[in-house]
T-cell receptor
Framework: NAGVTQTPKFQVLKTGQSMTLQCAQD?????MSWYRQDPGMGLRLIHY???????DQGEVPNGYNVSRSTTEDFPLRLLSAAPSQTSVYFC????????????FGQGTRLTVV | DAKTTQPNSMESNEEEPVHLPCNHS???????IHWYRQLPSQGPEYVIH???SNVNNRMASLAIAEDRKSSTLILHRATLRDAAVYYC?????????????FGKGTHLIIQP
């Protein structure tokens, strides 16, 4: 199994550009989430989904959109990139809502200039 | 989720046991204690979790105080590969916003 796959691994954007970070999991997990990690900090929850068609906001949702049309995929969209969104983004999945073990992707390192 | 307190960093020698402490004095009866670790340039990795009793798995052991206000992650024989940031996280099994609340964790340094 591939687990949780994130693409791209690295991205540089100009301020105001939009882009989509991709996340896919092959474990048939219902719960998926997006986090950002700024230098020297822990991860902060952006958005999460408890199943296809259901999404909700986390701690830092502003500037990001998500959708969940399939169980496998949970893309994160940056609507108009800002330098404050320079960060490492991690996608995670788990079997159930409030499942015990979360599996994380390898991350996408995003720089906004 | 309730807050946890961990030391900023700890240092240990290779092939010796490591005890990583975590204080969670405001833990509720429905909070599970989870540990994740993050190796350099990688995503977090699940280590272990428990509710009241001590737990063992292939990676580590989790010792939970009788009053549940603290816990200790035990790596029985540290290797260089165990150098990582270790996060102690409380997860409520009940309602409320979901997601893992990561603090700054403990940066574990392993000396050869």
């Amino acid at each position: 199994n591939a687990g949780v796959t994130q693409t791209p691994k690295f991205q540089v954007l100009k301020t105001g550009q939009s882009m989509t970070l991709q996340c896919a999991q092959d474990m048939n997990h219902e719960y998926m989430s997006w986090y950002r990690q700024d230098p020297g900090m822990g991860l902060r929850l952006i958005h999460y989904s408890v199943g296809a068609g259901i999404t909700d906001q986390g701690e830092v949702p502003n500037g990001y959109n998500v959708s969940r049309s399939t169980t496998e995929d949970f893309p994160l969209r940056l609507l108009s990139a800002a330098p404050s969104q320079t960060s490492v983004y991690f996608c995670a999945s788990s079997l159930q809502f409030r499942g015990t073990e979360a599996f994380f992707g390898q991350g996408t390192r995003l720089t906004v200039v | 989720d309730a807050k946890t307190t961990q030391p900023n960093s700890m240092e240990s020698n290779e092939e010796e046991p490591v005890h990583l402490p975590c204080n969670h004095s405001t833990i509720s009866g429905t909070d599970y204690i989870h540990w994740y670790r993050q190796l350099p340039s990688q995503g977090p990795e699940y280590v272990i979790h428990g509710l009241t009793s001590n737990v063992n798995n292939r990676m580590a052991s989790l010792a939970i105080a009788e009053d549940r206000k603290s816990s200790t992650l035990i790596l029985h024989r540290a290797t260089l590969r165990d150098a990582a940031v270790y996060y102690c996280i409380l997860r409520d099994s009940g309602g409320g916003a979901d997601g893992l609340t990561f603090g700054k964790g403990t940066h574990l340094i392993i000396q050869p």
